[in-house]
């Protein structure tokens, strides 16, 4: 049976709702422009020290913006652009093929019910939320 994108993005979603994986997108370019801010009104201010204070608080204020926002990865799959979900789909395709399944359901169950499936998807997940969103995971489990 051919496998649909959608039904592997809805193989995922559930995938990492019960696994209860969380996922936070890294914003190092927002952070780098705080802290490069902060530190540049802190030497208009202060000279060098107000370099190194300014650093100092504008690294705090990056490290504070960027705390708890994480967000439910099967929230982020959805959202996802058709390319980007292509990508996921590619990779899961290599595992899935080999299983025979009908719908969305059964496809569920097979791989709800294989530990091994289970871990080699969720690690599909982690590679790709990690080298392509660059976001950290986290499971609820």
């Not at 370019?29 to 370099?51: E, H, K, N």
Request: net charge neutral; hydrophobic share 45%.
């Amino acid at each position: 049976m051919p496998v649909n994108i959608n039904d592997v993005m809805q193989l995922f979603c559930h995938l990492c709702e019960k696994k209860g994986m969380k996922a936070a997108i890294k914003h190092s370019g927002r952070g780098a422009l705080v802290v490069g801010a902060t530190a540049f009104v802190g030497g208009l201010m202060g000279g060098p020290p107000g370099v190194a204070v300014g650093g100092a608080v504008g690294g705090l204020l990056g490290a504070w913006m960027s705390a708890g926002q994480f967000k439910p990865v099967a929230q982020i799959l959805l959202e996802l652009p058709p390319a980007e979900q292509q990508k996921l789909y590619d990779e899961a395709i290599g595992i899935l093929r080999c299983l025979d399944w009908t719908d969305i359901v059964q496809l569920t169950a097979l791989v709800m019910g294989n530990a091994r499936l289970q871990h080699e998807l969720i690690a599909v997940l982690r590679n790709y939320f990690t080298n392509e969103l660059r976001a950290d995971i986290q499971c609820g489990e």
